[in-house]
């Protein structure tokens, strides 16, 4: 059987589970849970897994879920397929968990029913007959990085040490015996088609920020405080006025937010908290543009007289798509969607974790349409589920087949051309080495 013909089998395969893989994903989208929290995303994973006649492991980095499934064709490399578990909060979204206000505004959903997807074809059609090798269907925690307060805090308790699902499952060896990882990623943008494969995105580093200045009574004696909220408002002022010296080129973002501005408003705020990425699209423009946030964070300190720690923690690194991925891709994109539809996307400016196994792997990360609005928007929802939900899992699941068909003689030419920078050791000790706390009285 040709490649070609086989992915008809599988396509046919995943259009006769259309309305279960459509379910899954709506169900999922309705119960949205943040990371490494989301117990009844993986749960569900889980049990769909089972019921495909796997056997999953679970509670990988807390929530991941693996599943494998060797090719019969011979030995081969072995390929995971992934799909994030996460929502995140984001203010109005009409489809948020009301105690966590977690939503489902990146479409990470989508992710998880097209992996399930993708098994359900890959299963149904028998294509394992045809494949050597490997796949692993692999649901990953925690790739929005936020809730961090929280995330910390389960750090400090030894139940993590990197704040992302990704990073954590390489710090645990989930991903030690995979050779090559591909996701494909919902987008709501119209420039991006209905599928396109970026070339890059940003990395990210991620800080806490805590001024402490002294309480006072905020009418009667604010001449014997230390205002900290004026102090992280210089702070932020400064990071603003130090924006024209980012290079276009660099493509940095900086994004504070403050989660605690004050105790109550006859106090002087005595306590002010707050937390920034600085992302960027090199490592050497990260750390270039961390020194000069760090710098302007100290400036709130040193103008009131107050105390600030800095937390650096190791962010997201930045990812390139794997070339030899990318084509193959391209040429399924063209046959599921036409090529009018097909886009080759730029540089991203977002981050992803997807980042930290391109470190290590040669990893594929387009993104499928059928969503609108913006993407961690309240506006963000999904409008063609058949593009979004089975899209993803064609899209998968033809990749398999490349790969892994043939005596795997897709999956060995990426490997032969990939030169991933680090080694798994190289990166673990790179990412910990960004990892500091600096206390500066100003
Ligand atoms: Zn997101
Ligand atoms: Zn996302």
């Keep these: 059987m040709t490649r070609q013909e086989l992915k008809q089998r599988v396509y046919a395969a995943i259009d006769k589970r259309a309305s279960e893989i459509i379910g899954l994903g709506e169900q999922i989208r309705q119960h949205p849970e943040l990371g490494f929290k989301e117990v009844k995303t993986a749960r569900l994973v889980e049990e769909t897994f089972g019921r495909l006649g796997l056997a999953p492991k679970s509670g990988l980095a807390l929530t991941g879920v693996r599943a494998d499934?060797?090719?019969?064709?011979?030995?081969?490399?072995?390929?995971?397929?992934?799909?994030?578990?996460?929502?995140?909060?984001?203010?109005?979204?009409?489809?948020?968990?009301?105690?966590?206000?977690?939503?489902?505004?990146?479409?990470?959903?989508?992710?998880?029913?097209?992996?399930?997807?993708?098994?359900?074809?890959?299963?149904?059609?028998?294509?394992?007959?045809?494949?050597?090798?490997?796949?692993?269907?692999?649901?990953v925690p925690a790739e929005e990085y936020g809730d961090i307060e929280w995330r910390v805090a389960q750090a400090r308790a030894g139940r993590l040490e990197f704040l992302g699902g990704k990073p954590e499952l390489l710090r645990l060896g989930h991903f030690a015996d995979v050779d090559m990882a591909m996701m494909i990623h919902t987008t709501s943008r119209p420039e991006d088609g209905k599928t396109g494969v970026p070339v890059s995105n940003n990395g990210c580093i991620v800080k806490t920020v805590r001024y402490l200045g002294r309480a006072s009574h905020a009418g009667g004696a604010p001449h014997m405080g230390i205002n900290a909220l004026y102090a992280a408002q210089i702070g932020l002022a400064a990071i603003n006025a130090l924006r024209e010296t980012f290079r276009d080129e660099d493509t940095i973002r900086v994004h504070p937010i403050i989660t605690h501005g004050g105790s109550?408003?006859?106090?002087?705020?005595?306590?002010?908290?707050?937390?920034?990425?600085?992302?960027?699209?090199?490592?050497?423009?990260?750390?270039?543009?961390?020194?000069?946030?760090?710098?302007?964070?100290?400036?709130?300190?040193?103008?009131?007289?107050?105390?600030?720690?800095?937390?650096?923690l190791p962010g997201y690194m930045p990812m390139t798509c794997d070339a030899t991925m990318a084509r193959a891709y391209r040429d399924n994109a063209v046959g599921l969607v036409g090529e009018a539809?097909?886009?080759?996307?730029?540089?991203?400016?977002?981050?992803?974790?997807?980042?930290?196994?391109?470190?290590?792997?040669?990893?594929?990360?387009?993104?499928?349409?059928?969503?609108?609005?913006?993407?961690?928007?309240?506006?963000?929802?999904?409008?063609?589920?058949?593009?979004?939900?089975?899209?993803?899992?064609?899209?998968?699941?033809?990749?398999?087949?490349?790969?892994?068909?043939?005596?795997?003689?897709?999956?060995?030419?990426?490997l032969s051309n990939a030169r991933p920078p680090m080694t798994p050791e190289q990166y673990l000790a790179f990412q910990r080495g960004l990892a500091r706390r600096e206390v500066y009285e100003g």
């Design 69 to 139: 499934v060797a090719g019969r064709a011979g030995s081969g490399p072995t390929f995971a397929l992934l799909g994030e578990l996460d929502g995140l909060v984001v203010t109005g979204h009409p489809v948020a968990d009301p105690q966590t206000g977690a939503a489902h505004a990146c479409g990470h959903n989508a992710q998880v029913a097209g992996l399930l997807g993708a098994a359900m074809g890959l299963l149904d059609s028998a294509a394992f007959d045809h494949l050597a090798g490997r796949v692993v269907f692999f649901a």
């Design 341 to 414: 539809n097909f886009r080759q996307i730029g540089h991203r400016t977002g981050s992803t974790d997807m980042g930290d196994l391109s470190m290590v792997m040669p990893v594929l990360h387009p993104y499928m349409g059928g969503a609108t609005g913006s993407g961690h928007g309240a506006d963000f929802q999904i409008v063609d589920k058949d593009l979004a939900y089975l899209g993803i899992a064609k899209g998968l699941a033809a990749m398999v087949v490349d790969l892994l068909a043939d005596g795997a003689a897709g999956g060995r030419e990426v």
């Design 264 to 312: 109550q408003v006859n106090v002087i705020p005595g306590e002010v908290r707050l937390e920034t990425y600085v992302r960027g699209r090199t490592v050497d423009a990260i750390l270039d543009a961390n020194a000069k946030v760090d710098r302007a964070f100290r400036a709130g300190a040193l103008a009131l007289g107050a105390k600030v720690e800095i937390e650096t």
